[in-house]
């Protein structure tokens, strides 16, 4: 129950395109869902995060799209560009005390943005 | 503001052995959590403190242990190295522990 779910595991986009990105989770006490961008040799550096009392959240070219009956949150990449080509990694915390510092993650994309 | 800092980069050890890695959080951060990467299990909640207090555990072997200091900087030790626990190690920090953490770029760990 604990389970995020990522998919797809790689993903190529053209120079320009949009890059969707799916997680699914079956936790119902998770209430907080940030995505996750690593390029090689760093750690994770957070993008954006939304939590369930919204259905939409945009930054910039990134946007999160969340559906709280089906339990399942996307990234979408608009404008997708080569400097884009990381490993993302959407994650979920809940409340509580036995929740602090504890994110669980899903197994990650391997986006690669074609010029 | 400075990122999180970990030291050391990388990491050469032999089974049995054991480690230390250090973590220098965002300051002002007084949460700081540790994270096991590797590619099979991907990532992985090791556990978090907060004014030297650790609030939270994940499931890993009692040979992983942390502590935090009172400036918060917090270290990680792994006893009686196993292969398996070749790994990235990630440090993050935040300000209460349950939204926005911030990773460092982690410590290498490689068990020979």
């Known amino acids: 129950q604990q389970q995020v779910k990522q998919s797809p595991q790689s993903l190529i986009v053209q120079k320009g395109g949009i890059s969707i990105i799916n997680c699914a989770y079956e936790?119902?006490?998770?209430?907080?869902f940030p995505w996750y961008q690593q390029f090689p040799g760093k750690g994770p550096a957070l993008l954006i995060a939304i939590r369930p009392d919204v259905s939409e959240k945009k930054e910039g070219r990134f946007t999160i799209s969340f559906n709280k009956s089906a339990k399942q949150f996307s990234l979408h990449i608009m404008d997708s560009q080569p400097g884009d080509s990381a490993t993302y990694f959407c994650a979920a915390s809940s409340a509580g005390g036995t929740s602090y510092g504890k994110l669980t993650f899903g197994q990650g994309t391997i986006l690669t943005v074609h010029p | 503001k400075a990122g999180v800092t970990q030291t050391p980069r990388y990491l050469i050890k032999t089974r049995g052995q054991q480690v230390t890695l250090s973590c220098s959080p965002i300051s002002g951060h007084r949460s700081v959590s540790w994270y096991q990467q590797t590619p099979g299990q991907g990532l992985q909640f090791l556990f978090e403190y907060f004014s030297e207090t650790q609030r939270n555990k994940g499931n890993f072997p009692g040979r992983f242990s942390g502590r935090q200091f009172s400036n918060s900087r917090s270290e990680m030790n792994v006893s009686t190295l196993e292969l398996g626990d070749s790994a990235l190690y990630l440090c993050a920090s935040s300000l209460s522990g349950r939204e926005k953490l911030f990773f460092g770029s982690g410590t290498q760990l490689s068990v020979l």
């Open positions: 936790n119902t006490a998770f209430d907080y």
